[in-house]
C-alpha cells in the first residue's frame, strides 16, 4: 500500500536530507525497519524572502525523483519587516534572520495540504542547530502545534532531524550521496553564497 509524506522543503540542507530518508527504501539502516512512504509532495514557499532563488534550486533538485511532487505555496507577509524579505531594507548578514510566526504558518499550511491529500505525515527539517536561535525549532514549540495538528485532522508533524547538528547532517547526507552544491542556504540570495550570515557560517561549520 503507497503512503505519501508532506515534505516542507526549503531546497536545503535539512529538509533535503529528509527527503532521502523518506526516499530509502529502509528507515534505519541498523534495524533494516522497511520504510513505508512511497511518494513525497515537497511544499516549498514563496512568502518575498531575499533568497528566493532557493525555490529555483528546489525545483531544480526535486525534477530528479519520479515519485515526487511538487507545489510552491505564495504568501505575503507584507506586515514584517525583517531584513530577510527583499521589500524591506539593505540586508546585513549580521541582523536575526528570525521572520516572526513563519514556521507556524508554514507547518499549518503543509498540514491543510496533508489533510487534502489524503496524507498523514508532514515532515520539517527542525535541527539541533537551530535550536538557540530560532524558538519555533524547539521541541516544545514542535510538541505543541505537533498536538493541535493531531487533534484537528489527525496529522503527525515529524522531525527526524532534531537530534542532528549541521555537521552531522552534512555528513549523514553526504552518506546518502547528495551533493550538497545543489542545495542552496545563503540568505543573501544573491549569485554566490555571501559566507557571512548564519546560513552560510553554519554550512562552512559543517564543511560545505
Known amino acids: 500500500m503507497s503512503k505519501e509524506a508532506t515534505l516542507l522543503y526549503s531546497g536545503g540542507m535539512d529538509s533535503t536530507l529528509i527527503l532521502h530518508q523518506c526516499l530509502a527504501e529502509y528507515r534505519s539502516t541498523t534495524n533494516r525497519v522497511k520504510n513505508d512512504i512511497t511518494t513525497v509532495h515537497a511544499v516549498s514557499f514563496a512568502y518575498g524572502q531575499r533568497h528566493g532563488k532557493e525555490l529555483a534550486y528546489a525545483t531544480r533538485y526535486l525534477k530528479q525523483f519520479e515519485n515526487v511532487s511538487h507545489q510552491i505555496v505564495h504568501l505575503d507577509f507584507d506586515w514584517l519587516k525583517c531584513s530577510l524579505l527583499s521589500d524591506n531594507r539593505s540586508f546585513?548578514?549580521?541582523?536575526?534572520?528570525?521572520?516572526?510566526?513563519?514556521?507556524?504558518?508554514m507547518i499549518s499550511i503543509a498540514a491543510s495540504v496533508a489533510m487534502q491529500r489524503g496524507s498523514d505525515l508532514v515532515f520539517i527539517g527542525a535541527n539541533k542547530t537551530d535550536l538557540d536561535l530560532f524558538p519555533?525549532?524547539?521541541?516544545?514549540?514542535l510538541r505543541g502545534i505537533s498536538e493541535a495538528l493531531l487533534k484537528q485532522g489527525n496529522i503527525h508533524l515529524i522531525a527526524p532531524l532534531m537530534g542532528m547538528t549541521k555537521s552531522e547532517i552534512a555528513d549523514a547526507g553526504t552518506g546518502l550521496g547528495i551533493d550538497w552544491a545543489m542545495t542552496w542556504s545563503c540568505y543573501k540570495g544573491e549569485k554566490e553564497p555571501c559566507g557571512q550570515c548564519v546560513a552560510c557560517k553554519e554550512r562552512a561549520r559543517a564543511g560545505v
Open 92 to 105: 546585513n548578514p549580521d541582523d536575526c534572520p528570525i521572520v516572526p510566526g513563519r514556521n507556524s504558518i
Open 136 to 141: 519555533d525549532c524547539r521541541s516544545d514549540y
